[in-house]
T-cell receptor
Framework: EAQVTQNPRYLITVTGKKLTVTCSQN?????MSWYRQDPGLGLRQIYY???????DKGDVPEGYKVSRKEKRNFPLILESPSPNQTSLYFC?????????????FGPGTRLTVL | AQSVAQPEDQVNVAEGNPLTVKCTYS??????LFWYVQYPNRGLQFLLK??????LVKGSYGFEAEFNKSQTSFHLKKPSALVSDSALYFC???????????FGKGTMLLVSP
């Protein structure tokens, strides 16, 4: 089944404890992206990647890191999480890098930083 | 800069009645417009998109949307609502040739039996 998977689905952590949220897609998509969803703000893009070893900042990149060493994986790293990073996070992917394609979304990761 | 406005936080409609979820956008350049739906505890699912051509776009689950360039709008419509259509709907825009997809804040659609 074609899908985007994220792990973990739920995570409660404490301020300053480094964490990684994994994202993997099995559709051989070039483009991958991370979003955070907050009530009243919709989805905001954190980082995106056009292909392996190619990443760029979205609208809200502060406090986050990403890497794209393999085409299928795009982990989101929080080096020193803070309470304002408590949110619902979505990974997405799409075929190609043209702007007309639509994205496939993962199931989401609900992160709570205490 | 590009932006999307969904002026209604919530839309209430009775089952069987037509529904409209509003979306307006602001971009510099040619817009690519998308609608996504999010069911409780799920990720977003693609409904439909406008890239070029016919202004009326048909998508999944009987939904359609009309691109109106003069009003910079892309309203989502369905002739007859179902209770199962109750969900959170997002409009999004991307400028042709660019990678950033900008979402609206979302509109909660509640269809009553």
């Amino acid at each position: 089944e074609a899908q985007v998977t994220q792990n973990p689905r739920y995570l409660i952590t404490v301020t300053g404890k480094k964490l990684t949220v994994t994202c993997s897609q099995n559709m051989n998509h070039e483009y991958m992206s991370w979003y955070r969803q907050d009530p009243g703000l919709g989805l905001r893009q954190i980082y995106y990647s056009m292909n392996v070893e190619v990443t760029d900042k979205g609208d809200v990149p502060e406090g986050y890191k990403v890497s794209r060493k393999e085409k299928r994986n795009f982990p989101l790293i929080l080096e020193s999480p803070s309470p304002n990073q408590t949110s619902l996070y979505f990974c997405a992917s799409k075929i190609g890098t043209d702007s007309a394609g639509h994205q496939f979304f993962g199931p989401g990761t609900r992160l709570t930083v205490l | 800069a590009q932006s999307v406005a969904q002026p209604e936080d919530q839309v209430n409609v009775a089952e069987g009645n037509p529904l409209t979820v509003k979306c307006t956008y602001s971009v510099s350049g040619n817009p690519y417009l998308f609608w996504y739906v999010q069911y409780p505890n799920r990720g977003l699912q693609f409904l439909l998109k406008y890239i070029t051509g016919d202004n009326l776009v048909k998508g999944s689950y009987g939904f359609e949307a009309e691109f109106n360039k003069s009003q910079t709008s892309f309203h989502l419509k369905k002739p007859s609502a179902l209770v199962s259509d109750s969900a959170l709907y997002f409009c999004a825009v991307r400028v042709a040739g660019y990678s950033t997809l900008t979402f609206g804040k979302g509109t909660m659609l509640l269809v009553s039996p």
